[in-house]
């Protein structure tokens, strides 16, 4: 059972440098979360999406930007890369809003 | 404003020895209460949940945790730790309120140790 996947698993970026983390799910969960992590400090929701075509701002957006064209689908954008968005990545869905999330294995990204 | 607060960042505890992480949030509506574990390099996994009900869950790899409502507590408990519950441990709070369960706040986290 795949569940949620996340690609890529490490990655360098330059400052100014834009990528796209790429997030599939095989649950045909209709809510996405991107979460980054800091050490120390948790997980924070940068973005979520209920369904095709809604997202949603979460805790921390600037930066970062996703469309959701389908279930399965959910990416993850950065424009211009920052020293600050050097992070570790994790993509999760749920099958509601009133069910526990299910987690990827994260995206380490070091920006230089 | 909501928050989930983990007041140890570090904790060490010898294995067979029994093991209280603690946990405690400000919500202002019914939570759904999470405890998630991540091992080094690995995303989270899902050990228990509080939704409603009983107020003391059981959860995977002989986990328990206990809701306290008057204290605002979900803490988390095992009788008998093995070296492979090495790990990072977080708690989540999840809003029940127009089905936003899995917009979750976590806590900083609880990384434990454990001596052979």
């Known amino acids: 059972n795949a569940g949620v996947t996340q690609t890529p698993k490490f990655r360098i970026l330059k400052i100014g440098q834009s990528m796209t983390l790429q997030c599939t799910q095989d649950m045909n969960h209709n809510y996405m979360y991107w979460y980054r992590q800091d050490p120390g400090m948790g997980l924070k929701l940068i973005y979520y999406s209920v369904g095709a075509g809604i997202t949603d701002k979460g805790e921390v957006p600037n930066g970062y930007n996703v469309s959701r064209s389908t279930t399965e689908d959910f990416p993850l954008r950065l424009e211009l890369a920052a020293p600050s968005q050097t992070s570790v990545y994790f993509c999760a869905s749920s099958y509601a809003g009133r069910t526990e999330a299910f987690f990827g294995q994260g995206t380490r990204l070091t920006v230089v | 404003a909501q928050s989930v607060t983990q007041p140890d960042i570090h904790i060490t505890v010898s294995e067979g020895a029994s093991l209280e992480l603690r946990c405690n949030y400000s919500?202002?509506?019914?939570?759904?209460l999470f405890w998630y574990v991540q091992s080094p390099g690995q995303g989270l996994q899902l050990l228990l949940k509080y939704f409603s009900g009983d107020t003391l869950v059981q959860g995977i790899k002989g986990f328990e945790a206990e809701f306290k409502r008057s204290q605002s507590s979900f803490n988390l408990r095992k009788p008998s730790v093995h070296w492979s519950d090495a790990a990072e441990y977080f708690c989540?709070?999840?809003?029940?309120?127009?089905?936003?369960?899995?917009?979750?706040?976590f806590g900083q986290g609880t990384e434990l140790s454990v001596k052979p």
């Open positions: 919500y202002g509506a019914t939570p759904y």
């Open positions: 989540a709070v999840g809003a029940i309120k127009d089905n936003q369960g899995g917009k979750l706040i």
